[in-house]
């Protein structure tokens, strides 16, 4: 049998007899249990003589115990567990009565566990976790000296760069191929970059002074890496198309330097002779 730890549980015997004896000493027909063991009586009477044993086990309140609040991972699945020797199990939110349970979505999970010593209740919050999704941008270029800062993150996730820094951003002002990976409890994932080295503005107008014949027209592109563009007459795209005569004025710009130039252009019609007839 069982008895709950701190408990005493009596034992009376009705059996008419002369005389008891219990394996402690006891001469009485009622005998006190206070704890575990193997417990014997020897009942004597005019018929003869019997013994009997008792086994006694100990048996504790329910302990109720969930871990720690958690994640969980898209599609994925965890069991709580609250087993405990004799008991009963009552889960929220659920009518699931069995010592286990299987979470499939975050949210409060709690349990209440009862044997006959008593009760106990635990509860654990499940967060969702997502797999690291990181990326450091399109290949990009800087001045000469100058240094930018590449950046990722994820939750609960751990990184490791290409020169073996552990941290989620990192300076460089060197040029050439970077890579980050980021790993957590649902998975991983890695990105990479390339910085070159962003050329000073420089202007080269193949046409700074030209003509147009008729309706003809002059397509003009001062095309810079990352560059600004400013046109005397309020274009601000690099590519345009001129077809009326005058001076053009253009100035690019970019974190590192900047150029200006101009171009000018005169119109001119073909000439067309008649001559009289003989």
């Not at 709950?4 to 005389?19: D, E, F, H, R």
Request: glycine letters at 8%.
């Amino acid at each position: 049998t069982m008895i709950c730890k701190g408990v005493t549980s009596p034992i009376i015997l009705t059996t008419p007899a002369y005389s008891y004896l219990w394996s402690h000493g006891w001469t009485i027909g009622t005998n006190i249990i206070k704890g575990p063991g193997t417990y014997w009586v020897r009942i004597t009477n005019a018929c003869g003589t019997f013994t009997d044993t008792l086994q006694v086990d100990s048996l504790n309140p329910p302990v109720a115990s969930l871990a720690n609040d958690t994640i969980i991972c898209k599609n994925g699945v965890l069991i709580l567990d609250a087993t405990y020797p004799l008991s009963t199990y009552n889960w929220s939110p659920s009518t699931n009565h069995g010592p286990t349970y299987q979470v499939k979505d975050p949210g409060q999970y709690s349990v209440t566990v009862t044997n006959p010593c008593g009760s106990d209740s635990d509860s654990i919050f499940i967060s969702p976790l997502k797999a690291p999704d990181i990326h450091l941008g399109l290949d990009t270029a800087i001045c000469p000296g100058d240094s930018i800062l590449l950046s990722v993150s994820a939750d609960g996730a751990s990184y490791v760069w290409h020169n073996g820094k552990v941290d989620s951003s990192t300076f460089t002002k060197n040029y050439g191929n970077y890579w980050v990976k980021a790993t957590n409890l649902c998975g991983s994932d890695s990105a990479g970059i390339n910085i070159s080295q962003l050329q000073p503005a420089q202007l080269n107008l193949a046409y700074s002074d030209t003509f147009l014949c008729d309706e003809n027209t002059l397509a003009v592109d001062v095309t810079q890496q990352k560059g600004v563009y400013y046109w005397g007459d309020g274009i601000r795209t690099p590519q345009r198309t001129i077809s009326d005569e005058g001076i053009y004025r253009v100035t690019v710009s970019h974190a590192c330097a900047r150029d200006s130039g101009k171009i000018s252009v005169e119109t001119y019609l073909t000439p067309h002779l008649s001559l009289p007839n003989d």
